[in-house]
């Protein structure tokens, strides 16, 4: 390990290594006017979008936290110029081919969280590769949701247990909290501790409408390509502040 390296895993001596959350979300909102006030191309904000996405997973990974769950596009995304929806595709494509090894050598876990099958069949194959190619790394749970909708989520997980329930596989009074979530894009990844949403909008946008019931919020006006190390730091010492009850006195 360099000194530099060392010097990137000491944790701010501020905050509490025991008061850290397990889990925390970004809402990666901002690309977009990041570029138009700096007059260049959307595409741009994106591009920046990535960077600073690689700056948070490290930044996770160097201070111990242990899953990190990233917005990328949403199902209504889609609604979107079709020529930055098709960059937006191929970008994934790119910075799977280009980052893979590097995660693997980190030992990231992947997972891409929504309906997978609506995206391109290349991208498709890239995903479910990088998924098994990671799935048995010790390191920290990257879960990155594409083509994902909170409500699409839950009516995706209300279809696949009526149709249970129908075949006589499972009976009515047997649902419940764990059973549902077995159904959820997310299963097998812990609710977020931490919902971070960049670029100052006051709302959840369809995302995690199901994990997110606890979770603490924390909103700043800094768009996304500009979430830094620094602005991270702000967000784990607001969330440190909390009194997290989670309905008891």
């Not at 160097?62 to 609604?79: H, M, Q, R, V």
């Not at 009976?171 to 909290?177: N, P, R, S, V």
């Not at 909103?219 to 008891?248: C, I, M, N």
Request: glycine share 6%; with cysteine.
């Amino acid at each position: 390990m360099t000194a530099q390296t060392a010097k990137l895993r000491v944790l701010p001596p501020d905050l509490k290594p025991e008061y850290l959350p397990k889990h925390v979300a970004v809402i990666c909102d901002g690309n977009g006017r990041w570029a138009k006030r700096r007059g260049l191309p959307r595409i741009m904000g994106h591009k920046q979008g990535v960077e600073a996405l690689k700056a948070a997973l490290r930044t996770c990974n160097d201070w111990g936290i242990s899953a990190l769950t990233a917005y990328a596009f949403s199902t209504e995304n889609w609604k979107r110029p079709q020529e930055e929806v098709d960059f937006l595709m191929s970008l994934f494509q790119v910075v799977l081919r280009q980052e893979l090894r590097e995660m693997i050598k980190e030992n990231v876990r992947i997972k891409f969280a929504g309906d997978l099958e609506a995206l391109p069949s290349s991208l498709q194959k890239q995903i479910y590769a990088a998924m098994e190619e990671t799935k048995d790394n010790p390191g920290i749970q990257f879960t990155v949701a594409t083509n994902y909708g909170g409500r699409q989520e839950i009516l995706s997980a209300c279809r696949a247990i009526a149709s249970q329930v129908e075949q006589g596989l499972l009976k009515a009074d047997e649902i419940d909290e764990d059973v549902f979530e077995r159904h959820l894009y997310t299963v097998g990844v812990s609710d977020p501790d931490l919902l971070i949403r960049t670029s100052g909008e006051m709302r959840i946008s369809n995302f995690l409408l199901w994990q997110i019931a606890y979770t603490e919020i924390y909103v700043t006006d800094t768009l996304w390509p500009d979430f830094d190390r620094d602005e991270f730091h702000r967000a784990l010492s607001s969330y440190q502040q909390r009194d997290r009850r989670f309905g008891k006195i």
